[in-house]
């Protein structure tokens, strides 16, 4: 059987999960290949980038909706469109906000049903493929089974990928251009021929069951998995001088991209942390992109880590994992945590209620607001002796392990196929 994963970058917290099923699968005998824009990782096995040759120019539908942008957008943000590439010409606009990202399912890559993996696929495997997959030509052209892993919520919703921003949304621009991208979403899907989704939560399963975007769509929940050889418990001690942190300290951890990332929810965080009476009490370690201001006492910005190994150590090294997003699916930053042994702190919801047990491997929030971080934390450390990390981390073992996964997902690739 060959597989073909795609995701648009091979960079992020959708490209991890999805290289790490196409690694499961090559590990179980699966003629597995991922498919992205561009090529910034040197380690992926059966790694294909999207050829220029087939980078042609855009089809009369991408001009057409260009020319409806240039329409409906004032000379300012017109001067700043390009033939094909509209989340540069809105961008402007959808910072004002802070929103995460926005995407159009019209691209220059109208031509990507034409590359020789596709053809060659007995399976596509669809991930995060915002501004890549051009929607119309692809599920007009490819008959062959689609299976779709949502990552978030773009694939049901217009150009928005998350509930929040949509609802956020005062702009008439992006309104008017979101209920013109949802029509040209649901008619190119009506078009798809095998087409099943796979949500890594059961809460988006059931979001995404309810969207007249992808009503005549089977979906079938399967969890994020993870390598457990590599993502497993190690002595705390050893584990804190690897990163020079104190051995006696309360110490928490925060992990994002970006730390700056509203969705996210650090800024929560350290609201929560300044309302200790000892501020002192608790040492933050963070994560991520870090912002060039507005640094934090009290907080240790380790900057980003890619390597997987190391980052298990960090999981290690800390009492507790705290995960204060706003929205999420099931981030594999919790299921990494949670691996290693560390008890995790989030708020009730998403992905995140359906994993998180109360006194067995970490904390729910009562509800999403400062209060309520601060006070589960404290509760937290009150009751430290209730966490056993390697009953956390065989649970987590038993639920995430990525070859227990990727069978899943051939099980359902033969059902396609039968």
């Not at 790490?20 to 910034?40: C, P, Y």
């Not at 298990?312 to 691996?339: G, K, Q, W």
Request: hydrophobic share 40%; net charge neutral.
């Amino acid at each position: 059987m060959k597989v073909l994963h795609i995701n648009t970058l091979d960079y992020g917290g959708a490209a991890i999960a999805a290289v790490r099923i196409h690694n499961a699968m090559l590990e179980t005998g699966i003629d597995s290949s991922f498919l992205s824009l561009k090529k910034t990782l040197p380690n992926i096995v059966n790694h294909v980038v999207f050829p220029d040759y087939l980078n042609k120019t855009a089809t009369s539908q991408t001009v057409s909706l260009q020319n409806y942008l240039k329409i409906k957008f004032n000379k300012e943000y017109a001067k700043h469109l390009k033939e094909v590439n509209k989340k540069r010409a809105l961008k402007h606009i959808a910072n004002k906000s802070n929103r995460e990202v926005i995407s159009f399912p019209i691209t220059e890559y109208n031509l990507l049903h034409l590359l020789p993996e596709i053809n060659q696929a007995d399976v596509i495997h669809l991930h995060w493929v915002a501004d890549f997959i051009d929607y119309p030509s692809f599920f007009m052209n490819i008959a062959k089974p689609i299976v779709w892993t949502l990552h978030d919520e773009n694939p049901f919703r217009g150009i928005f990928h998350y509930t929040g921003d949509e609802e956020t949304n005062s702009e008439k621009e992006l309104k008017t251009i979101d209920k013109e991208v949802y029509k040209i979403k649901k008619a190119a899907i009506k078009n798809a021929k095998k087409l099943h989704l796979i949500t890594p939560s059961s809460w988006l399963a059931n979001l995404a069951s309810n969207q007249d975007v992808l009503s005549e769509c089977q979906v079938t929940a399967v969890a994020n998995g993870l390598d457990i050889n590599i993502f497993k418990t190690h002595t705390k001690e050893f584990a804190r001088k690897v990163f020079n942190l104190p051995v006696n300290k309360k110490i928490a951890l925060f992990v994002a991209d970006s730390l700056s990332n509203q969705r996210k929810g650090f800024d929560l965080l350290l609201g929560a942390l300044q309302e200790f009476e000892d501020k002192d009490d608790i040492l933050l370690v963070a994560i991520g992109n870090v912002p060039t201001t507005n640094k934090q006492e009290n907080v240790i910005y380790l900057g980003s880590i890619s390597d997987e190994r190391l980052m298990a150590l960090a999981y290690s090294a800390v009492d507790v994992f705290i995960l204060p997003s706003r929205e999420d699916n099931l981030p594999n930053t919790m299921i990494e945590s949670l691996s290693c042994g560390t008890p995790v702190i989030g708020f009730p919801i998403g992905g995140i209620k359906e994993t998180i047990q109360n006194e067995f491997n970490g904390y729910l929030c009562t509800e999403l607001t400062i209060d309520s971080l601060r006070e589960t934390i404290s509760k937290f450390f009150e009751n430290i002796s209730l966490f056993h990390s390697d009953k956390i981390s065989e649970d987590a073992h038993n639920r995430f392990d990525n070859k227990k996964q990727a069978s899943k997902y051939v099980a359902i690739y033969n059902q396609l196929l039968a």
